[in-house]
């Protein structure tokens, strides 16, 4: 999962594309890169860590240019996570190429493969550089023609800001899985992942970068092409569910009212007989606001999240037990004690944390605990872009909604529905993407796509 | 302000330390130390930054020993931030002796110009070494006689603690202005700023550092002594207002449950014809949370919080109005848009961020906007270790409640009265500071500490 | 200039590359850089400055597997420095290659314009990259065999070495312009540009890798190649004069017996009227004591070398007089006051140099000032890997010797004829380079192979 | 073993400090500091490293100020090196004083103990430290008063310079053991340890500052007072002899031509049946050139130095005999191979060193090795500055002449006699301090002076 940002005709146009990653950061913090084009040059600077740490003003000062194109990247397990930040960037006979990609390729492996034998020289194992590669075997005058032709050798989710000495492109694929909105900030255009990035700079949303639309924005002027393929709209609700921050739009809706009329929702498929709703923050914050409207339960913040939590937290060398989520929350035993508690969460992956929060809020002193599930059992992995672990890691693909209650120890366990959660959205229910529900990929994943991490000879390290 | 932590007879004294810190972090971000005694060396680990940046695993394995004190500061503005930073370690005649300070003393400069004057030499501008420098005057065989001795020159706010080669000693000023709790883990004693850093490590709440109290722990026995000095106790009324965390409890109250208390007396003194209640998060939640349970209107999580705002900000070349306050909160349009908005926040300093944020919700489609504040006017600086501006920059010092109200562009303002606050709380009405609201300082300032900067005449850097 | 070195079948490959590029520090300060091979992956680490200050004990603890190469490079003005360094190590179809290259290719902008017409990524702006493109477009099941495709289409001078998966690999050039050594240690092999690093690990001198040869270094086992080319060898001449370290054997020399001797020659080519002989250190060592033998004339150490110069001095703001080389040279007063000094330096650049030496030894109270160079006038730039300036700028290719004396403000001048220098060689005269006294280049330059610096579209900073 | 400069009304005094230190830098290389004052403030940097490294542009760019002093510190054995490192600065009520030291105080311990029972807090374990403290305990209006007060009481080998409100103090024991110069660089004054210092800046040499003397200097004017203690003069005759730089003039000589002159009549006490003259560099370089001339033996560069040895150099895993010596110095089997090396050193400590030299110029093929060491055996600690170990490791202090030659396997050895050596200097014999060859110390060090190290009880660190 990731963030992507882009900028085109301004006059600060690193800046502005850094407090656009500022206002998506909740999309990935491990690593985040920035490159301006300044009419001659590309000016790459990125780096592992947050973008608040990571650029400070002489950084900012080094990228010169009226356009540039950022990235903010979540954590994902393994080495070489260094050489696959972005944007990359590379010199091609078209000139220099910058491209940031939130999504997942399903095909990729397989065109690379073909690439190295045929003499390509990867620097990465990021499915993101096949595009690239793609497009500097396919040289043409206008690089949009180029892109074209890459794009329609790949398959899978990909929304995608391409910077180039002919302007910034902007591109979806014909599902539209990820998300990604055209802006207007005075003369200049913009593109984000979310709507939140807009309102921090005071731009205007114009339109959704359309799925399978390829949008070309340079010298203030904006093109749109179409990809030759297409497909349904095949929408991630996850987004809504849990990814995106509260105050964006996304496809079209609020995702705050979204959440909170899921918690509504849920508050009448699975009602509780409890005494205070309380969420578990950040992410349970909209849905138990809904569940204790429509359930006429008080809303309670009973569990306190700590903010400064650093990536390199330090465990004790004495065990602390639950230590890992007990860092993050501490539940209030004044609030708690004596009490039943609904407690509202998005989502149970592995059930481990779910089982963990219960625990610690009866510590706390509940008298019952009743955790409520603001979607569906999550059941299959995400080929799209999501990081979530593979199926067998997966409880609700190995065991029943009772066998959950039991593992998580709560006193009752109750789900949203996929038809009460589609119910909260306002397109067709047949536009979202529903596979990590329902396992319905509308994209198959090419055999040579194995699951296990494609592992690069080449381990390195650069130093000052 | 700041945040402290201590614990004596624990094989992980750093580590736990550490993470008692980091639980108090709220009370400070700008610099953060721990120092270790092993029987023989005081090891100290000190550096600018938030304690889970500073402390990795190899900087707590070189606090070796069984008992450990640290120690969170807050950001003050000036030089020499860094020789300033907490713990102070020196060596005296009675051997090694590290401290840590959560407060502000009176009459340190008079004391200090005395001490210079007979040859000591300072090493900080910082109040707290003057204790360190009468205690290596006053060398006794015992060293809680040596700090009895001192603590009866010194004048203001302090809870101390203080780490020797007899033991972790505990002091609170007669008038017990700040907060100070000892706890129990296992046979290890700890004391803290806050009950939130016992939750985290799971240590139980013992009882209060009493006002006027000197406690001595040393092989896991406990030792109480009284200050000769009485005075009557003067909490300060702040911590519950603003300052702690709200699932702590502080002299004796749940912070959450008071601030909701406070919210809800709120709505019945100052009611208003609103559609929503929204808070300024985060210090506004509970308030907000009382305001809507008492006056029946709906709680709207409107303003989103980028929790990701880091210590140096980069603003842009090409300025963003309100561009401060902006890139730290976010007004959901969806939800405010057409809406009589009721806005709770804790407290009203210089009144520029309140505009800022009534602009921001008025532009964000707010049909009215309607202020309220869950404490009564600030009309005076604080003495006592909380870092308010002078009174010239304090707005309600200068200005009726009507123009405060014209300032900030809200459509109606109200203030909870002192008595409803005071009423809040579990405690004696008089038993609490209320000299921020009232200017009735129960401590008077020395003429010597005159409101300006203490200057050090040398400005320093180190470096690796 | 770089200093390259390799090593196979070593338990601690890392740890002795890294000794071995420690004694070659004096052939490239401004990068270095390590790749070791496990069998598995390529370790690499790189970055800017020496050896010494790069390589820790936990840097070289990842460098696992029993074979490595080492580069250590010189600066080169420009930017992009950073991506320049070298290793280059890439991973292609036959498995991950590395590669680390002394010396210049001539024809590489030609084929790198072909190759990116055909779609093929560079990574840098370096020459080398363009073999490693030759190999992964030609790949064969012997990596040899594909290394002997690359090298029949590339011009100029290079000494290589090359880590891959099928052992490590040396190649040298037909005319052999840079010198490679092969040595033994134990079981290992290793091969380094000068002598001097063998001396370092005890390693003993087996051969040189012959003009024209590829060397396959494999489990211990030695495999000779012959590339189907064939041409004169054309020895660098002016390693003996300046490059090499004086306790290194190259081209089957010793450096200090040769500087020794053309010192000697030197006096009795130009003799002079002085009182004592006074080399500039370093490099005018072993001339001035070969000067002093042939003359008669005492050898006095009488310019101080200050050893601790740093690479990036810092100028003071009111300037002081020939700065830049005092900083570096001290003449001692007490030494040349009231004599006539006979300086003796390798060579003249662009004479600027020179100038302020012999004006600072006149302020010290010289009587005269005789100028002795151990070298031919040097005319003509270096296209083979040495960094000397365009014709433009070297003194002695616009100005006759008259001209640089007086430029230089000595009272006589005199270099050492290209007769009397190649006299002093072991070799025939035929077999040395003389391009840069003579301008007969042996190997032509491409005509795209413009003099201005290949400019990358591409400025990057990576960031911890 | 330290080098100390200071500089006084000079428009870029930090810029002309950080070079003065620079040209001292043999001096020490551990760490180093610069402090100036302007006029209101001290401003100090310092740090762990070489000037060189230390000292960018925007460090130097905070030093403002017309004066400053700076320290180059050699290394020491043992912790709390940070701590220890100078100037150090302090706040006194006579305003902020800061030093920089070179010596060894021998009764500081005494002082200390009597300063810390009266409640004096310090912060280092440095002896120049209580200097300080006794100052600020006798402040005066005229400073140089509280310096010569304070100085009354301390004993030992001390040249200072002292940075204060009341001008730049220069002052040094009544001994003299070390040096301590004055120089003029237009109106503007400067001190350093040695005249290299003013070579490279390009001052004049005014004048020793004579033993017993304390000087003034402030705005422009110069003021001399004499230490009313007297003493016969001891100057440290091993500055010529290793310390201080050759084109220095320390005491009045030239440093390179006592180091010939020591040379020359090593020669005649002691000659070698040898073909050739080789020094162990740098120190060897002077010796051996006089050595060679009155023997009229031929001097051969035949050990090369590597002079980019790291500070922290990484020994490989799999051992190198005689590596420590090996990675500094390399012998030229080409010029050593067949012949009888007369090998000189200036000095010889523990044996263990010249034992390593003199196998590998044997392993390098020398027939015989004779070594000749330009002093007399050094048989007593140094308590003056000079960081010798104990007379237990020092082997000529347990040793017979033939033992040690046997120790260090050389076919003949022959050393300096004392005459011999004092008959170099211009001085009268007993004018220099011979402590170390003859244990006949001047200044007695006091009982409580053990030879351990004060142990300070707090160990710590400092980061960004």
Chains 1, 2, 3, 4 share one sequence.
């Not at 690193?14 to 590309?42: C, K, N, P, T």
């Not at 396919?138 to 800001?161: F, H, K, T």
């Not at 929408?235 to 979204?258: K, L, M, T």
């Amino acid at each position: 999962m990731c963030g992507i940002f882009g900028i085109e005709g301004h006059d600060d146009a690193a800046g502005f594309a850094y407090l656009g990653l500022y206002a998506l950061q909740h999309r990935g913090q491990e690593s985040a890169g920035l490159v301006s084009w300044d009419g001659e040059h590309m000016h790459l600077e990125r780096g592992m860590g947050q973008v608040a740490e990571l650029f400070r003003r002489p950084v900012l000062a080094r990228l010169a240019g009226r356009s540039a194109i950022g990235h903010a990247r979540y954590s994902t397990a393994g080495s070489s996570v260094r050489a696959n930040a972005q944007p990359i960037v590379v010199a091609t006979a078209m000139g220099p190429l910058a491209v940031v990609h939130n999504g997942n390729l399903t095909n990729d492996r397989r065109i690379r493969a073909r690439l190295e034998r045929e003499g390509s020289i990867f620097q990465t194992t990021s499915d993101t550089e096949v595009i690239l590669h793609l497009m500097a075997r396919n040289p043409r005058a206008d690089v949009v023609e180029s892109l074209m032709v890459a794009l329609s050798e790949v398959e899978g989710a990909y929304s995608l800001l391409l910077l180039t000495a002919q302007g910034l492109i902007a591109a979806r694929d014909p599902h539209g899985f990820r998300p990604l909105v055209l802006g207007r900030l005075g003369d200049a255009w913009c593109c984000a992942s979310e709507t939140c990035a807009f309102d921090l700079l005071r731009a205007e949303r114009v339109a959704e970068v359309e799925p399978g639309e390829v949008v070309q924005l340079r010298d203030g002027e904006l093109r749109r092409y179409r990809l030759p393929a297409s497909a349904p709209p095949s929408r991630c609700a996850f987004e809504h569910v849990y990814f995106s921050r509260p105050d964006s739009e996304i496809f079209g809706d609020s995702v705050a009212q979204v959440r909170t009329a899921m918690g509504a929702r849920l508050a009448c498929e699975r009602p509780a007989d409890g005494d205070i709703v309380v969420p578990v923050p950040d992410s349970g914050l909209f849905p138990a606001l809904g569940y204790s409207r429509a359930s006429g339960l008080p809303f309670e913040l009973a569990l306190i999240r700590n903010h400064y939590v650093g990536r390199t937290f330090i465990e004790p060398r004495q065990a602390i037990r639950d230590f890992g989520v007990r860092v993050k929350l501490n539940p209030d035993r004044r609030l708690i004690a004596g009490r039943r508690v609904v407690l509202i969460d998005d989502s149970i992956v592995r059930g481990t944390t779910s089982r963990k929060i219960v625990r610690m809020v009866r510590e706390a002193g509940a008298r019952e605990v009743h955790l409520r599930i603001s979607s569906p059992p999550t059941r299959w992995p995400c080929h799209y872009g999501i990081d979530t672990p593979s199926r067998e890691e997966l409880i609700a693909a190995r065991q029943s909604e009772d066998d959950i209650r039991a593992f998580t120890e709560a006193d009752s366990l109750g789900y949203l529905s996929l038809d009460g959660m589609l119910g909260c959205l306002s397109g067709a229910p047949e536009s979202y993407c529903t596979a990590c529900w329902r396992g319905d990929y509308r994209v198959p994943v090419s055999p040579e796509q194995s699951r296990q991490r494609l592992l690069f000879p080449i381990v390195s390290e650069e130093r000052e």
